[in-house]
């Protein structure tokens, strides 16, 4: 399996293995919004690719802000149903991460899960003083400090636009 920039020509597999990944989501819709957003950042939007050229999984994370401060919002986040659990998606995560330090971002933000997020790093995104946009996600609004952060980087999040049209 490699890691590597999304193409243009990845689009289609991509909104399907999404649609796949989140059958009943709206996922899928706003990643396409996510594509034609002024907030898409082409070196964060990764494809897990096998060895026979098929896409097994897609990340992508988009501008956003922590106050007036420029971040990164993680998700979509999936992978084919077929090929879940075994690697994939941490994969893809530890690459957001080291694209992410590479560019100097400040941090990742994310709305996800407790139970997988927490063993790349993610906190609870209000213990590093960043707030959430809805209280009532709780703890499942998580950030990732990266080296770039430091603590005059606080106030509330905002995702890229796509994600308040949800
Ligand atoms: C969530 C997802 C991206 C993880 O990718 P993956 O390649 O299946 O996961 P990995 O193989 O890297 O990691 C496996 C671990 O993730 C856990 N995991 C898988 N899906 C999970 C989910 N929806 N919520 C919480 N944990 C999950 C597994 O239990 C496993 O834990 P373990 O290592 O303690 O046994 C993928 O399963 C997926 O696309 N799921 C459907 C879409 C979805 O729910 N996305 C939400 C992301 S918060």
């Not at 594509?35 to 896409?55: K, N, Q």
């Not at 990164?72 to 893809?92: E, F, N």
């Amino acid at each position: 399996m490699m890691i590597r920039r999304e193409r243009a020509p990845d689009r289609p597999e991509i909104l399907a293995l999404i649609e796949a990944a989140f059958p009943e989501g709206v996922e899928a819709h706003l990643l396409r919004e996510l594509f034609a957003a002024r907030e898409y950042i082409p070196e964060l939007s990764l494809v897990a690719e096998s060895p026979d050229g098929a896409v097994l999984g897609h990340v992508i994370s988009t501008r956003a802000w922590i106050g007036d401060n420029p971040a990164l919002g993680l998700g979509p986040l999936g992978v084919l149903p077929a090929r879940q659990g075994r690697g994939v998606g941490s994969a893809l995560v530890k690459a957001s991460i080291g694209a992410a330090n590479g560019l100097g971002e400040p941090a990742i933000v994310l709305l996800g899960s407790t139970e997988y997020y927490p063993r790349f790093g993610f906190v609870p995104a209000d213990s590093v003083g960043i707030a959430s946009p809805d209280p009532s996600w709780g703890s499942h609004f998580m950030a990732l400090p990266l080296a770039a952060f430091h603590p005059g980087i606080r106030g509330r999040f905002r995702y890229a636009e796509p994600f308040n049209r949800l």
